[in-house]
């Protein structure tokens, strides 16, 4: 009797390892922990875009398009996750070797990503449904089984619809991606760049579950430093997406999915604020005119302090209908910033201690991709 207790006992354990491992494969630590998002940072979504259910599924709403990531980079490392699309057509993707920021004018993040279409999506000879790999935003790969470009295209198509589960298996090892599509091998991408980075998961108007989302590291490599994704500024999202909570609008700004934008054609000019003051601080926000815009001013102290005026066609500004990203620094009654990664040689000085940062516009005016980081404050 009691050597049938130890064995059943025995039979048990050896389940439940198997079970948490992957039949018996050992070295895998789950990345969430059924409850929150511990571990990860909101890059670009709102609050209300990813939550766990009574079930400790992962849930995306798909609103708005945007990535979380994890706290931590990984280089080297097999990645094992399971998704179901709710509704058909949903469109997702898994990052690997990301930035921490979104890229100038998108809501998405350079990396290699691995698509998770819905089945129903549709295949053309640009894109799969599911199983593709490619680089985004300025990263590079070489594929495997091109079609002229960077993209690589499965050898199978062997994703089930929805609402069924689905399996990846994604190994990275020293710049190369390998995928497998529930048990079966079907793409490579080779030589990427970044080869070391952030992972993310991408909200992009699928309703979408995931689960059993665990890593396995691998030994790490000698890499070269132009090959690691930029690595964590500290950067907060200031807009999700969804609303203008945080922001004290005054008259036609609007929440359009990943873009904030401003609608008038009229003379009185609209402000923007942030509910927040601010000291001491990193920034960065894009923005992009039309033709129907006349500029847009930004107050880095509040609408009550000095402001720096970006003029529609201005010299230093990208052409009409295309992004530019403004970044800089606020600190000790100075202000300053580069235009579309070129510094601006005159500072603004001589600004309040503190204060909310604002916008102001008179035209039509798209944002986007707006954060702030706190810096330490010198005695």
Not at 89 to 117: C, H, M, S, Y
Not at 162 to 190: A, F, M
Not at 268 to 278: D, P
Not at 326 to 332: A, K, L, Q, Y
């Amino acid at each position: 009797m009691r050597a049938s207790c130890c064995l059943l006992t025995f039979a048990l354990l050896f389940f439940t390892v198997s079970a948490r491992t992957g039949n018996g494969e050992e070295g895998f630590v789950p990345l969430f922990n059924g409850k929150d998002l511990s571990g990860w940072v909101n890059v670009s979504c709102a609050p209300s875009t990813w939550s766990f259910n009574e079930e400790g599924l992962l849930v995306c709403t798909g609103i708005p398009t945007g990535e979380i990531r994890t706290e931590r980079m990984y280089q080297n490392f097999i990645l094992e996750l399971e998704w179901r699309h709710l509704v058909p057509k949903g469109n997702a993707g898994v990052f690997v070797w990301a930035d921490d920021i979104n890229a100038r004018g998108t809501p998405f993040i350079r990396g290699i990503e691995i698509q998770v279409l819905e089945n129903a999506y549709g295949n053309t000879k640009n894109y799969s449904t599911h199983g593709d790999i490619f680089p985004i935003q300025g990263a590079t790969m070489k594929p495997t089984n091109g079609r002229g470009g960077m993209r690589s295209f499965p050898t199978g198509l062997l994703s089930k619809p929805s609402p069924e589960w689905n399996h990846y298996r994604i190994e990275c090892q020293d710049g190369t991606v390998k995928l497998w599509v529930n048990g079966t091998k079907v793409n490579e991408g080779r030589e990427s760049v970044p080869r070391k980075g952030y992972l993310c998961l991408e909200s992009e108007g699928g309703v979408v579950h995931y689960r059993n989302v665990r890593i396995k590291e691998l030994p790490e490599s000698p890499v070269d430093p132009a090959h690691v994704a930029i690595a964590d500024r500290g950067f907060q999202n200031l807009y999700t997406g969804v609303d203008l909570s945080g922001w004290k609008p005054s008259g036609g700004w609007i929440a359009r999915d990943w873009i904030l934008a401003h609608e008038g054609s009229g003379p009185e000019t609209s402000f923007l604020e942030t509910g927040a003051s601010y000291e001491a601080i990193g920034f960065v926000f894009d923005f992009s005119f039309s033709e129907e815009s006349t500029g847009v001013s930004f107050f880095p102290r509040g609408p009550k302090g000095p402001s720096i005026i970006f003029e529609r066609g201005s010299d230093k500004l990208e052409k009409t209908g295309q992004w530019n990203r403004i970044e800089g620094e606020i600190r000790d009654g100075k202000l300053s910033y580069s235009i579309n990664g070129k510094a601006v040689e005159e500072p603004l000085i001589d600004l309040a201690e503190q204060g909310p940062l604002a916008f102001s516009t008179s035209g039509n005016l798209e944002m986007s991709n707006l954060y702030v980081r706190t810096l330490p404050v010198e005695n």
